[in-house]
């Protein structure tokens, strides 16, 4: 699906708008996935006001329970990070059966470290599957 979304028309601004809503998420790692589509976590960093603050990416094909702990190491050196959003494609392969509970696990990895895992993204087979 994200290989055939022209480009957004309205990006939220960095430091400026707030990123609250499922198209306004989707316009911001719509320009961070690597074309053509590959294994990767993208991961962006908002404050508590839900503005972007950060964004940066995982050049993996690792699940997201072998991955949050550096996902959580790198989200909070940056400074203000208060909710981390996450996209995965991976690269046309499907939605795994262990999806749900390694969202589950991730999301209390990070409210341990402080910080909210509001949703989770997952691009396989020409979709976006929503975990939150």
């Keep these: 699906m994200l290989e055939t979304i022209t480009p957004p028309i309205d990006v939220p601004r ?3 708008d707030p990123i609250t809503t499922l198209p306004e998420k989707l316009a911001v790692f719509s320009l961070a996935l690597m074309r053509p589509l590959r294994h990767e976590t993208i991961v962006l960093c908002c404050d508590r ?4 603050v950060g964004i940066f ?6 699940k997201l329970t072998e991955i949050i702990d550096r996902i959580i190491g790198s989200a909070i050196n940056i400074d203000a990070v208060a909710a981390i959003s996450l ?3 991976r690269a046309g392969d499907s939605q795994l059966a262990s999806d749900k509970s390694g969202f589950s696990f991730a999301k209390n990895r990070c ?3 402080g910080i909210t895992l509001t949703d989770w993204l997952l691009v396989a087979q020409g979709d976006v599957h929503l975990l939150n």
């Design 14 to 16: 960095a430091h400026l």
């Design 49 to 52: 006001s839900r503005r972007g």
């Design 57 to 62: 990416a995982f050049d993996t094909k690792l």
């Design 87 to 89: 996209c995965t494609s």
């Design 111 to 113: 409210q341990n470290a």
